[in-house]
């Protein structure tokens, strides 16, 4: 199966394209490297030719309010050029629970590409993903003042990238979905208690204080960022630190 795999050099799409390809498919990387530019439309019908399924793996470069006209402007015309190229499979990377924080203009932008594509004229696969493990540092970084770091205890349920890359790979080799797969980590932590393992683990003698207005997750409310219900994955975070 010939599959085009956009934002196919980033985390996700490279470790998509080589699972793929391991696999016995034709996956081919398209990003703004090799010349294809999603918002300009720059080089999306030749990326698509030929390919049965579009993976589309690439996010905005910001999260705030502009991050819904990147993905309502690469949505229409990633769909306009699969429709042209007689594409009849499109996948997209989301989140759980993105529907359920409307108080995050990040989510709310993901939300719509989900929707965009619902409503578009190709057959689709959305998968949902949990928080990545890979992110930690990221997040750890946005609350860190000297020797304090504030993160609220919002329940979150950590996958590997490289776990997300396997689900990714499935649902695209497959049928479509016309639907949502959700996948997650097999462990729920509260993400205070996450950063301070996270920082034991390094050697890091800066101290977690749990604040529930710290950070983008302050604005979560309950465990929506967990779903004991998905496909869990295998990967558990301290094997993953290891």
Same mark, same amino acid.
């Given at each position: 199966?010939?599959?085009?795999?956009?934002?196919? &050099? =980033?985390?996700?799409?490279? !470790?998509?394209?080589?699972?793929?390809?391991?696999?016995?498919?034709?996956?081919?990387?398209? *990003? !703004?490297?090799?010349?294809?530019?999603?918002?300009?439309?720059?080089?999306?019908?030749e990326a698509v030719a030929g390919a049965e399924t579009v993976v589309n793996l690439t996010n905005s470069p910001t999260f705030d309010e502009a991050s819904?006209?990147?993905? /309502? &402007?690469?949505?229409?015309? #990633?769909?306009? $050029? $699969? /429709? /042209?190229?007689?594409? =009849?499979?499109?996948?997209?990377? *989301?989140?759980?629970?993105?529907? !359920?924080?409307?108080?995050?203009? %990040? %989510?709310?932008?993901?939300?719509? !590409?989900?929707?965009? #594509?619902?409503?578009?004229?190709?057959? %689709? *696969?959305?998968?949902?993903?949990?928080?990545?493990?890979?992110?930690?540092?990221?997040?750890?970084?946005?609350?860190?003042? =000297?020797?304090?770091?504030? #993160?609220?205890?919002?329940?979150?349920?950590?996958? $590997?990238?490289?776990?997300? @890359?396997? @689900?990714?790979?499935?649902?695209?080799?497959?049928?479509p979905l016309n639907g949502i797969r959700r996948i997650a980590g097999p462990e729920v932590f509260t993400l205070d208690e996450l950063g301070r393992t &996270?920082?034991?683990?390094?050697?890091? *003698? /800066?101290?977690?204080?749990?604040?529930? &207005?710290?950070?983008?997750?302050?604005?979560?409310? =309950?465990?929506?960022?967990?779903?004991?219900?998905?496909h869990l994955a295998p990967t558990r975070y301290a094997d993953w630190l290891s």
């Open positions: 199966m010939r599959i085009a795999v956009i934002g196919g &050099t =980033g985390l996700i799409g490279s !470790q998509v394209v080589k699972k793929l390809n391991a696999a016995g498919h034709e996956a081919v990387p398209h *990003s !703004q490297s090799t010349g294809v530019d999603v918002i300009s439309g720059q080089g999306l019908d819904a006209a990147f993905f /309502r &402007t690469s949505m229409d015309n #990633l769909l306009a $050029a $699969a /429709r /042209r190229g007689g594409v =009849g499979h499109f996948v997209i990377l *989301s989140i759980v629970g993105v529907d !359920q924080v409307p108080e995050l203009d %990040y %989510y709310r932008a993901k939300l719509l !590409q989900e929707r965009i #594509l619902a409503a578009g004229p190709i057959p %689709y *696969s959305i998968v949902r993903a949990t928080q990545f493990m890979e992110f930690m540092d990221a997040v750890l970084s946005w609350t860190a003042d =000297g020797d304090t770091v504030r #993160l609220p205890a919002t329940p979150i349920q950590p996958i $590997a990238a490289k776990d997300v @890359a396997d @689900a990714v790979a499935e649902v695209a080799a497959g049928a &996270t920082l034991s683990h390094k050697g890091d *003698s /800066r101290t977690v204080v749990t604040d529930p &207005t710290a950070g983008m997750f302050a604005a979560v409310k =309950g465990d929506v960022l967990t779903d004991r219900h998905a």
